[in-house]
């Protein structure tokens, strides 16, 4: 099992869609989780952290479930400007800190 | 607040050339982290330091390339010779501890040849 896997999508929305994003870890030890965001041909940058009680940000809101390894990421009435990859970030095993999944891209259309 | 630098934005070059990356961590973070990512394997971590020495550089595809950490400061990723399938962008990060949030520069998108 791959240390982090989510759906590459594209998922494509309409303007006001809610859409959702899963990620699968695999690092049951796992302590900190992270949703990144990737525009094209930039850099990567924090969302948000993941507690283990979920939390929420505006129309961003993100979850944890321990007990089926997955954590999510909901976004609400989706604009344009949400359009990037989104990028799920966990625990590795071994030496290694943080893990990134391969994103998820969506694309949000007028 | 300068966040991390990196340079060359920019690399085209020639197959069997030496290529030097070069990355500026955050002020103050005891992490750094090199990247490299392509469309088929996504954010592949490469090597990563705290305060300075290496820790895991299990990633670092074969001999051909090194990293080196001088300062806390600067960071150096050294791809020599360099070959085509090297061709990806290159991204350094860094963070206060291992498993905070990381980083990251702009990138260097390299090309070789």
Redesign the interface.
């Known amino acids: 099992r791959k240390e982090v896997e989510q759906d590459p999508g594209p998922f494509n929305v309409p303007e006001g869609a809610t859409v959702a994003f899963n990620c699968t870890y695999s690092n049951s030890a796992s302590q900190s989780f992270f949703w990144y965001r990737q525009d094209c041909r930039k850099e990567p940058k924090l969302l948000m952290s993941v507690y283990s009680s979920g939390n929420e940000d505006g129309r961003f809101t993100a979850q944890l479930n321990r007990a089926s390894q997955y954590i999510s990421l909901l976004i609400r009435d989706s604009k344009l400007s949400d359009s990037a990859t989104y990028l799920c970030v966990a625990p590795g095993s071994g030496n290694t800190p943080l893990v990134f999944g391969k994103g998820t891209r969506l694309s949000v259309i007028a | 607040d300068a966040g991390v630098i990196q340079s060359p934005r920019h690399e085209v070059t020639e197959m069997g050339q030496e290529v030097t990356l070069r990355c500026k961590p955050i002020s103050g973070h005891d992490?750094l982290f090199w990247?490299r990512q392509t469309m088929m394997?996504?954010?592949e971590?490469l090597i990563?330091f705290n305060n300075n020495v290496p820790?895991?550089d299990?990633g670092m595809p074969e001999d051909r390339f090194s990293a080196k950490m001088p300062n806390a400061s600067f960071s150096t990723l050294k791809i020599q010779p360099s070959e085509p399938r090297d061709s990806a962008v290159y991204?350094c990060a860094s963070?206060l501890l291992?498993?905070?949030?990381?980083?990251?520069?702009?990138?260097t998108r390299l090309t070789v040849t």
């Open positions: 992490y990247y394997r996504g954010l971590l990563y820790i895991d299990s991204f963070s291992a498993f905070y949030e990381q980083y990251f520069g702009p990138g």
